[in-house]
């Protein structure tokens, strides 16, 4: 990047740190695209030429080649354009943020194996309260207290373990 936009790049990279890797991003879509349109155009042009199409006259060949190229170029580069710009906001501070744990399997985890020992909680101490719904939606909590109950060695060797793998000091280093 020796150029005046290699200039402007570094000069940007203090505000937002992610855009040297977008541009590289967006350089390589380029490419692609480039490759794309010529290769897909010279193939159809090549597939054209075939003599099953010889009544298609010769200016229909081209043009039909360099549309189909370019409507695969164009695509490409809306796909991967829209990739580097969701690169861009992830490696820029700005629009980080934090990741909901339904989308972190240990966090996931974690819920689930809470919600067990809630439900199972609070059905020892009111039973009505959670045996009434046993179908539905809130007959998931039943079914959550009911395993509690059934499995509880189990769930508990997972409350331990996930103690355990929060306390662990090389958890930071990960």
């Known amino acids: 990047m020796g150029t005046r936009w290699g200039q402007i790049v570094k000069e940007e990279s203090k505000n937002s740190p992610g855009i040297a890797e977008y541009t590289k991003c967006q350089s390589a879509v380029f490419a692609y695209s480039s490759f794309t349109l ?14 099953m199409f010889n009544p298609i006259p010769l200016k229909n060949r081209v043009m039909g080649s360099i ?6 170029a164009w695509y490409l580069a809306r796909v991967r354009t829209k990739y580097c710009q969701e690169l861009w906001m992830i490696l820029d501070e700005k629009f980080r943020i934090k990741m909901s744990a339904l989308f972190n399997f240990q966090s996931l985890l974690t819920i689930v194996i809470l919600l067990i020992c809630t439900c199972s909680y609070v059905r020892a101490f ?13 007959g998931i909590f039943w079914k959550c207290a009911r395993i509690g109950e059934r499995k509880s060695p ?7 373990a996930m103690a355990l793998k929060q306390q662990s000091p090389m958890e930071a280093y990960s």
């Open 154 to 160: 189990y769930v508990s060797f997972c409350c331990v």
């Open 67 to 72: 549309l189909s190229g370019a409507f695969c």
């Open 126 to 138: 009111a039973p009505n309260f959670l045996d009434k719904y046993k179908t539905g939606l809130r």
């Open 38 to 51: 010529l290769g897909v155009g010279g193939l159809t042009y090549s597939i054209l030429l075939h003599k």
